[in-house]
Nanobody, 124 residues
Framework: QVQLVESGGGLVQAGGSLRLSCAASGRSFSSYAMAWFRQAPGKERQIVAATRWNGAGTYYSDSVKGRFTISRDNAKNTLYLSMNSLKPEDTAVYSC?????????????????WGLGTQVIVSS
């Protein structure tokens, strides 16, 4: 079983930056498709960004394109989300997710394992 642990969330002012990390257990991280999702209060969880096993084929939602960057370090079993020019509407719980496959996937139901999430609050 794969375990994911997110870190790096916090409180930041609008226009600021944060870098989220997602540490994965196990030896096969490099073969997993990975993604970041977020859930704002009272809203459904939505995909933020996704990446294939080798970091290529990245996908971003329109709301974060040009501001967020998803990356991974397979040697460290870690997924990252660099967030710049943060806006109050980016406030949410951010969760990483993985799939026992190497492609690109965009729906919650496509992912096999999840972290518990880290809170990001952007003040205006």
């Amino acid at each position: 079983q794969v375990q994911l642990v997110e870190s790096g969330g916090g409180l930041v002012q609008a226009g600021g930056s944060l870098r989220l990390s997602c540490a994965a257990s196990g030896r096969s991280f490099s073969s997993y498709a990975m993604a970041w999702f977020r859930q704002a209060p009272g809203k459904e969880r939505q995909i933020v960004a996704a990446t294939r096993w080798n970091g290529a084929g990245t996908y971003y939602s329109d709301s974060v394109k040009g501001r967020f960057t998803i990356s991974r370090d397979n040697a460290k079993n870690t997924l990252y989300l660099s967030m710049n020019s943060l806006k109050p509407e980016d406030t949410a719980v951010y969760s990483c997710a993985g799939r026992f496959s190497s492609g690109s996937y965009f729906r919650q139901g496509d992912y096999d394992f999840w972290g518990l999430g880290t809170q990001v609050i952007v003040s205006s």
